[in-house]
């Protein structure tokens, strides 16, 4: 009889364990693919900024060569925005800098005469860019994303599924979109 005991209370113990772990799994995993539904809004707000910065460009080419410095460093830093790596602390370097290359970009073509001369292009450095820019910054800048993936990495760091899900099952914590 006592045998019988012991084994039941072995099943139930490996029944109750392999349940919370089980449970663990299926919940992390379940909120971090809410976190990534979230990154789909932040990929589309940095493909607004992506063409932003390339209106930028297709206006800087037509007074500037391409390989003029400033030109450059807009293109590059297109470069790496446009990587869709896992990795996000590149891209959000590459936004950053994107914001202070572009602005220096605009304001070397504002003091072209050629610019100056040609109403169009004026009016896209002196307004219509910027104003872009700026609205594209922002609005990347307060993307649910990073606050979904800050939540969700606090939540996960501060239970014991959570420590169990990432430690034990290989739940990876969310990468926030931020510079190193």
Known sequence: MKLKTG???AIMVILIVGGVILGAYRGW???RALVN???AGLESMLQTRVESAYNVLAVAKRHVP?????YQRVAQDLKALEDKSDNLAPRAKANEALTADAAALLDKLSQLDSVKNDSRDNMYVTSYLPQML???EQKTAGAAYNQAAADFNSRMNKTFSGWL???LLGVKPAVE???P
């Open 165 to 167: 899900a990432r430690t």
């Open 29 to 31: 995993n379940d909120e």
């Open 37 to 39: 539904e979230t990154r």
């Open 177 to 179: 979109f931020q510079s």
């Open 134 to 136: 700026a609205q594209s």
């Open 7 to 9: 084994w039941a209370v």
């Open 66 to 70: 391409i390989t003029d410095e400033a």
